[in-house]
């Protein structure tokens, strides 16, 4: 969401907030007045308390001698707010800072989106430029406004309400891509694509996800494999892998990645003291010393979880539990 779209929406949230304002008037109006008087003169001269109820009005009677002249008061307040105004003014603000409070609610959901689900939802986004990044915030419900840049637009959610992070079934999409376009994400959202790191570590770090691994191999089999835990670190971490739980027909070709952290073409962070295990492989991965499992190797000749042949698609999904 550009600058000037979160400017027009803050523009118009506080437009509705003024209008509102504007439709609480008070009778009287705000404006300082004489005290009233609350007692008034009954039919025996004498000044009673103004209960509320009306008595009858008697027959007046004869007008008494003047008394004398009393001793000057100390001067008062010549301006003075009704108690009832004051009663008034404490409930409308109340009333407003409820309001504002709500409205600040809304904008902060509206403008200011803390994950993919809500930049889509609220926003009604859905364009196809998979390369655009993002604003999300994360913290934004503790008061911390920093932002992360992510690739929403790759971002999907099936109806059994598994996030696809990653899909490959015909090669058109080429894998071998440098580190920061693995953390932004790169491809397709109804092709072939990679999510991106950034987006993965954003959306894991809120809540426990599980992970399921969808394949077909060239031979003709289908296979799965599930995780129940599955999390990718920050940035700083090096997009840090953690994966355990399997259960599925294929074989486990990720636990032994657990704990290692991403690499690239131009970013060696494997565990091979000689090489680097994705320029080798022509892939990305959490790659130890070098793989397990290949799931963004080159198509047809490294795309691979090894030992049941090559593969020709995958599908990788993460689902909150």
Known sequence: MGDSQAFNIILLILCVACTHAQKQTLS??????TTTTLCQPG???YTRPNTGAQASQGRPGKRGAAGEKGKRGEKGNSCQCDIADEEAMRSLRKTMNTEFEKLHDQLNLIALPSNCGEYQMLLNKNDRRS???????PFKHIGNLKYDLVNCNLYQVDSDGWIIIQKRYNGSVDFYRDWETYARGFGVRDGEFWLGLRTLHQITSHGNFQLRIDLNFQSGSVKYAEYSTFAV???NSKFKLTVSGYSGDSDDRMTQHSGHVFTTF???NDKHTTLNCAAHFHGAWWYNACFHSNLNG??????DWPHLTHLSSSEMKIRLI
């Open 131 to 137: 390369e655009e990044l993002t604003k999300v915030y």
């Open 233 to 235: 670190g920050n940035e």
């Open 266 to 268: 131009d970013m060696d």
């Open 43 to 45: 039919d025996d001269g």
């Open 298 to 303: 080159r198509y047809n000749t490294d795309f």
């Open 28 to 33: 009287p109006p705000y404006t300082c007045t």
